[in-house]
């Protein structure tokens, strides 16, 4: 009796175990996202677990019901889900794939594990379900991101390359031409800063949009990054030949971009072009030169559509050098200074000289005017100015020691120097350095420092001018300002560009012109120089003018300290 009943306690204690570990097992597959199949095929068992109702909205009971499992699996799939099933008819244990459901609005992982009998049918059969929707949706999110820009839909740089290599590829083969044409927006920097980043990120989209317009089979388009559109034409005629796009391009931009905060933007843009063979025959290097066709226009021709040409690489290769040996050369601050006299136009006595500055790289001459505006873009133009600043001055103050002879010593001043806030500050700091009066120094600045907004700039003039420096504008007539602006500006001297004296003799109208801004200059108090004066008949023409002072090669080429050593010594 003892027994049966100790039997009995086993066997509920057994039970209550077994069912607590199914209760257990049930929440578990309840808790985790799956749902879960197990099938013993033989003894048409079919037990469902976990989350069947969230998943498909049924459950199997049993194995006819898997049939309805089958309906709910996309078509396409539906003979790779059925063999996935049944991993021991291609005599595997297990199987694993990814396929959507409901016309793709969901997708799930099915995992498939059997365990087998003897003679290879499935005894056992676990099938577990996960839904991989959110995955699969991230999964393609960076699949698109890959290779499309998010803003326009456009490819995106790496994609826009490969598709590029598979143009050139059969270009080879069918001896055509693919043209790389480059879109850049003249300062966008200007709208995003002005207008914000939504209204600038709108312009970019609606640009985008305008130029998917032109693709097709044979032209692909991309948005690098920023303002920066790329299109690649395969053997670009007729309506997809580059001249067409341009033209189209600029009737479009023609009319005021409309936003949708009713603002209106009217945009420009610079376009380069390099085209396979030409070029070159690599996707990568072909877009670099696009790239310097574009930067080059950029810099001096704004606003315009410019083609590859071999000169102009030579040009980026020769300045590319160039700005590897300045680096160096600022380094060890290998310059050395010139000074031209300026000379008053009546009596030709001496005023005083202007600094330039001289570069023998490697025993070649390399003009300023090559390597001052690299100096300028990478910056060491603010290192070599202070050098210029400090020798100039102490190599004055050493004339002065020793000739007492009273002179201007003038020094051009980029305006990269002159935008610093430390500026004024710095030509104080080596005036009183070397004791040198302020009224004997004396600026140059050109035009192109006075684009900056107006107030600092004429602050900074004030302040160097109640200090007692003189502030001149160089290469006067080439740049923007006219001499109505110029009235409110705190300056002292103008110097008229070469290029008017250049044709003074000769042509009426660099005459009156010439005559004109030195009648005016005079009459608004400012002293005026002629620079880059080369005849007799130049020099005469502007002493009848009136012209104060004269600077060329015809009283004086820039000369070595030495030399205007030697000059003072004949003077005093
Ligand atoms: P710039 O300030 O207009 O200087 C006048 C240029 O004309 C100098 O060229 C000078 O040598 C040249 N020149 C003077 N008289 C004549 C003439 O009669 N005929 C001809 N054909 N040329 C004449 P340089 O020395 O080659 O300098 C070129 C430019 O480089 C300068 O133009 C100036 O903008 C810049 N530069 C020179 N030195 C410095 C410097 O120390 N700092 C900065 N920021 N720029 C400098
Ligand atoms: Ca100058
Ligand atoms: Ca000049």
């Given at each position: 009796?003892?027994?049966?009943?100790?039997?009995?306690?086993?066997?509920?204690?057994?039970?209550?175990?077994?069912?607590?570990?199914?209760?257990?097992?049930?929440?578990?597959?309840?808790?985790?996202?799956?749902?879960?199949?197990?099938?013993?095929?033989?003894?048409?068992?079919?037990?469902?677990?976990?989350?069947?109702?969230?998943?498909?909205?049924?459950?199997?009971?049993?194995?006819?019901?898997?049939?309805?499992?089958?309906?709910?699996?996309?078509?396409?799939?539906?003979?790779?889900?059925?063999?996935?099933?049944?991993?021991?008819?291609?005599?595997?244990?297990?199987?694993?794939?990814?396929?959507?459901?409901?016309?793709?609005?969901?997708?799930?992982?099915?995992?498939?594990?059997?365990?087998?009998?003897?003679?290879?049918?499935?005894?056992?059969?676990?099938?577990?379900?996960?839904?991989?929707?959110?995955?699969?949706?991230?999964?393609?999110?960076?699949?698109?991101?890959?290779?499309?820009?998010s803003l326009t839909g456009l490819y995106n740089r790496n994609y826009f390359i490969t598709k590029l290599g598979d143009f050139i590829t059969k270009a080879e083969k069918e001896n055509a031409v693919v043209s790389v044409l480059l879109v850049d927006i003249d300062e966008f920097h200007k709208i995003n800063d002005g207008m914000g980043i939504l209204t600038g990120d709108e312009v970019v989209q609606n640009l985008g949009l305008f130029i998917k317009g032109f693709l097709g089979d044979n032209v692909i388009g991309s948005r690098f990054d920023g303002d920066f559109f790329a299109l690649a034409i395969y053997e670009p005629i007729g309506n997809r030949s580059v001249d067409y796009i341009y033209d189209t391009l600029m009737e479009y931009l023609k009319k005021p971009m409309v936003l949708t905060d009713n603002n209106e933007v009217l945009l420009s843009v610079t376009c380069g072009v390099a085209e396979y063979p030409e070029a070159s025959d690599n996707p990568l290097q072909l877009v670099n030169c696009a790239e310097i066709v574009l930067f080059k226009a950029k810099d001096t021709e704004r606003g315009t559509l410019r083609f590859y040409d071999k000169s102009l690489m030579n040009e980026f290769i020769n300045n590319v050098n160039i700005e590897r040996k300045l680096k160096d050369a600022v380094r060890n601050m290998d310059f050395s200074l010139n000074f031209q006299p300026q000379y008053f136009a009546d009596s030709k006595r001496l005023r005083g000289v202007e600094t330039l500055i001289r570069w023998n790289s490697e025993g070649q001459f390399i003009s300023p005017a090559v390597f001052i505006p690299i100096a300028e873009k990478n910056g060491s133009i603010v290192a070599i100015g202070d050098w210029v600043l400090e020798q100039a001055i102490k190599a004055h103050m050493e004339w002065k020691a020793k000739f007492d002879f009273d002179m201007i010593l003038s020094i051009n001043i980029s305006a990269i120097q002159y935008r610093r806030q430390d500026f004024v500050s710095k030509v104080i700091?080596?005036?009183?350095?070397?004791?040198?009066?302020?009224?004997?120094?004396?600026?140059?600045?050109?035009?192109?420092?006075?684009?900056?907004?107006?107030?600092?700039?004429?602050?900074?003039?004030?302040?160097?001018?109640?200090?007692?420096?003189?502030?001149?504008?160089?290469?006067?007539?080439?740049?923007?300002?006219?001499?109505?602006?110029?009235?409110?500006?705190?300056?002292?001297?103008?110097?008229?560009?070469?290029?008017?004296?250049?044709?003074?003799?000769?042509?009426?109208?660099?005459?009156?012109?010439?005559?004109?801004?030195?009648?005016?200059?005079?009459?608004?108090?400012?002293?005026?120089?002629?620079?880059?004066?080369?005849?007799?008949?130049?020099?005469?023409?502007?002493?009848?003018?009136?012209?104060?002072?004269?600077?060329?090669?015809?009283?004086?080429?820039?000369m070595t300290y030495d030399a205007i050593e030697d000059l003072l010594l004949r003077l005093i």
């Open positions: 009796m003892d027994d049966l009943r100790y039997q009995v306690d086993l066997l509920t204690a057994m039970n209550q175990k077994i069912s607590a570990d199914e209760s257990m097992y049930r929440a578990l597959c309840e808790q985790s996202n799956r749902a879960f199949i197990y099938i013993q095929p033989q003894l048409n068992v079919v037990k469902t677990l976990g989350r069947w109702d969230e998943f498909f909205g049924f459950r199997p009971n049993e194995l006819s019901d898997l049939r309805s499992l089958m309906s709910v699996i996309d078509d396409d799939y539906k003979e790779v889900a059925g063999r996935a099933f049944f991993p021991e008819r291609d005599g595997k244990k297990e199987s694993l794939i990814e396929i959507p459901i409901y016309n793709k609005k969901q997708w799930v992982e099915i995992h498939t594990s059997v365990s087998l009998n003897s003679d290879d049918t499935a005894a056992v059969k676990i099938i577990a379900f996960r839904d991989i929707t959110k995955m699969h949706d991230y999964k393609e999110e960076l699949t698109y991101m890959a290779y499309y820009d700091g080596v005036l009183k350095k070397y004791e040198m009066p302020a009224s004997e120094l004396e600026i140059e600045i050109t035009e192109s420092v006075l684009i900056e907004d107006f107030n600092s700039v004429t602050a900074k003039m004030e302040e160097l001018r109640d200090y007692g420096v003189k502030v001149s504008i160089d290469d006067f007539g080439t740049g923007y300002s006219s001499l109505s602006y110029l009235k409110k500006l705190p300056v002292d001297t103008l110097k008229i560009d070469k290029s008017f004296i250049d044709s003074l003799v000769d042509d009426e109208s660099s005459k009156i012109i010439t005559e004109t801004i030195i009648y005016l200059s005079k009459k608004l108090g400012y002293e005026i120089v002629a620079e880059g004066v080369e005849t007799n008949e130049q020099f005469e023409a502007l002493k009848d003018m009136s012209c104060d002072l004269i600077q060329g090669y015809f009283l004086g080429k820039p």
